[in-house]
């Protein structure tokens, strides 16, 4: 496996300067629309930015919407990218899979892999320059997994603490695995696997330290689900449990990740509650040419959503490489 090495621009270089971003509004210039998959449903789907550098598609994780990569969004389509998101089938605005608004429910991991190639297909066919397709956690995973069964790759693709392999302590991965199946098979599938507590200033504490390391933004995503309850979501469903440990077994046991012929670049956090990184290390050293940069105590999950000095260390990563990997 490679390590990148990148020389940050100063705090006060062009790079970085911008209007304050207001990350609790979408920015005036977007558009907000749905996107049918070929079974009918719809998706959720932004676009922004011009298009004078290429074209990016970004992937967000379990339990994401949009609003929570607004700015991100923003400062790639600042750099001249016409940006693209979506929220993904069952969360966000892309409607629900069960009775229950907030369960996130999947029956098989394979109908977002379609979803995602059906995406991918037309969203590569809307214009021409350079494509690349920035994820995060499970859309990581998901991203990985497409590409390993074939679909046409992007010219570059970031992955942000992909969801390799999924935390199951202090229960051990077969037992997790086979508690899932159970439920599974007893008729709890589409039931949530647990309860997401945020009544109390602990709760909500405890939860953001999994995920940030940043206060505000962690405010941010409770705002935004707090203005706008048809895209907040809970727990992941039993099945959703059932199939993420699965698909994540399936990737690491049989091979496929050799195959992938893509620029890469990982980025993880060593001290990731939810991830697996000695995963994302076993990983990238299956990726032929896959650049993997580990952060330390300084990072959480939610690495795009960290307090400035990650966020932006991470930022000048992936914009370094992509001017490598994915030149005008």
């Known amino acids: 496996m490679a390590y990148q090495t990148v020389t940050m621009p100063p705090m006060d270089s062009p790079r970085f ?3 304050a971003f207001d990350r609790r509004a979408w920015p005036m210039d977007g558009r907000l629309d749905c996107w049918k998959t070929p079974d009918g449903w719809p998706l959720r789907r932004y676009r922004l930015g011009p298009g004078d550098r290429g074209r990016m598609l970004v992937l ?3 339990g994401d919407m949009i609003e929570k990569y607004l700015e991100v969004i923003q400062h790639w389509a600042g750099l001249g990218w016409a940006v693209t998101s979506f929220d993904w089938r069952g969360q966000g605005g892309s409607g629900r899979l069960t009775n229950d608004p907030l369960c996130g429910h999947i029956e098989h991991f394979g109908q977002w892999i379609a979803d995602l190639n059906a995406f991918v297909a037309d969203w590569r066919a809307a214009g021409s320059g350079p494509t690349v397709i920035v994820a995060h ?3 990581g995973h998901l991203l990985l997994r497409a590409l390993a069964e074939g679909m046409v790759p992007p010219d570059a693709a970031v992955t942000v603490a992909p969801m390799m392999g999924v935390h199951s302590a202090p229960l051990p991965r077969w037992l997790a695995a086979g508690i899932a199946e159970a439920m599974c098979a007893l008729g709890f599938a589409n039931r949530q696997a647990w309860t997401q507590k945020e009544e109390s200033e602990r709760q909500r504490r405890m939860r953001q330290k ?3 390391h940043d206060p505000d933004r962690y ?3 409770i705002w935004w689900r707090d203005h706008g309850r048809d895209i907040a979501l809970g727990p992941p469903s039993w099945r959703w449990v059932e199939q993420a440990l699965a698909s994540t077994r399936r990737m690491e046991r049989k091979p496929g990740l050799e195959r992938i012929s893509v620029p890469l670049l990982i980025l993880a956090a060593q001290e990731d509650q939810l991830v697996s990184t000695a995963a994302i290390r ?3 050293a299956r990726i032929p040419g896959a650049r993997l940069h580990v952060y330390g105590r300084e990072a959480a999950h939610e690495i795009l959503r960290e307090l400035d000095p990650v966020r932006l260390d991470a930022l000048a990563r992936i914009d370094s490489f992509l001017d490598e990997a994915a030149p005008r």
Do not use: C, F, K, Q
């Open 17 to 19: 300067i911008s209007p």
């Open 60 to 62: 967000g994780g379990r």
């Open 137 to 139: 956690s499970m859309g």
């Open 210 to 212: 999994r995920l940030t």
């Open 219 to 221: 405010a941010d995503e």
């Open 282 to 284: 076993r990983t990238a």
